[in-house]
């Protein structure tokens, strides 16, 4: 299954709620997979992301609307990148010419 990493960064109203931060979290895990996804693993950061998180889904229309749930709570805003495994870049490159 494709998999996504997001990059999240807090809200003025997601900071200020951070103690609910776990909460919010779970509310996204079960959000993800009312869509079909899944939240594979969410990691809160320093630096210039607040939090990362990875999610698997079926395709891009799955993950856009798990993460558009995701930004819709208004707690954070995503970038959000198509990650591949070393086994998908193996075929990746195979396609290639020489």
């Known amino acids: 299954m494709p998999t996504y990493i997001a990059l999240l960064n807090w809200t003025d109203q997601g900071i200020r709620a951070y ?4 909460k919010r979290a779970d509310a ?11 939240l594979v693993n969410l990691h809160w950061t320093v630096g210039p992301y607040d939090l ?11 993950a856009a609307a ?3 749930q995701l930004g819709g709570a208004g707690n954070v805003r995503t970038t959000t990148l198509r990650a591949f495994s070393q086994d998908e870049m193996t075929g990746i490159i195979a396609k290639t010419a020489g």
């Open 28 to 38: 996204f895990a079960a959000a993800t997979q009312k869509v079909g996804a899944k």
């Open 66 to 68: 798990a993460l558009l």
């Open 52 to 62: 990362v998180a990875v999610v698997e889904a079926p395709d891009e229309e799955t």
């Open 19 to 22: 103690k609910d931060t776990p």
